[in-house]
Nanobody, 125 residues
Framework: QVQLVESGGGLVQAGASLTLSCAAA?????????MGWFRQAPGKEREFVAA????????YYADFVKGRFTMSRDNTNNMVYLQMNSLKPEDTAVYYC?????????????????WGQGTQVTVSS
């Protein structure tokens, strides 16, 4: 079991940057989870944003965030981050952190076992 709490969302103008954080509390070693970020805009399906493997050495991104977003993790402090640069109005969504027990990384939401409550990101034009 792992509890995930996201923070760092807010209202920004297009072109600005935000860093989302996800704090994990787990009875199991945090580094045993592969982690992901997803987002859901109003009226749209949840979509994959980024994923990182247990050691942090491999990161995967959705095409629409490549070059703008950077995902990282700090296994010492049980944290996951999503650095978002050059934000666009279409990045407006609730962003969710998720944890996966399996040893492989997943890019679909169904592959994740635990979810945070989400943090709202709103980008104005």
């Amino acid at each position: 079991q792992v509890q995930l709490v996201e923070s760092g969302g807010g209202l920004v103008q297009a072109g600005a940057s935000l860093t989302l954080s996800c704090a994990a509390a787990s009875g199991r070693t945090f580094s045993s989870y592969n982690m992901g970020w997803f987002r859901q805009a109003p009226g749209k399906e949840r979509e994959f944003v980024a994923a990182i493997n247990r050691g942090g050495g491999a990161v995967y991104y959705a095409d629409f965030v490549k070059g703008r977003f950077t995902m990282s993790r700090d296994n010492t402090n049980n944290m996951v981050y999503l650095q978002m640069n050059s934000l666009k109005p279409e990045d407006t969504a609730v962003y969710y952190c998720a944890a996966r027990r399996s040893i492989t990384v997943a890019t679909t939401g169904s592959g994740y076992d635990y979810w945070g409550q989400g943090t709202q990101v709103t980008v104005s034009s």
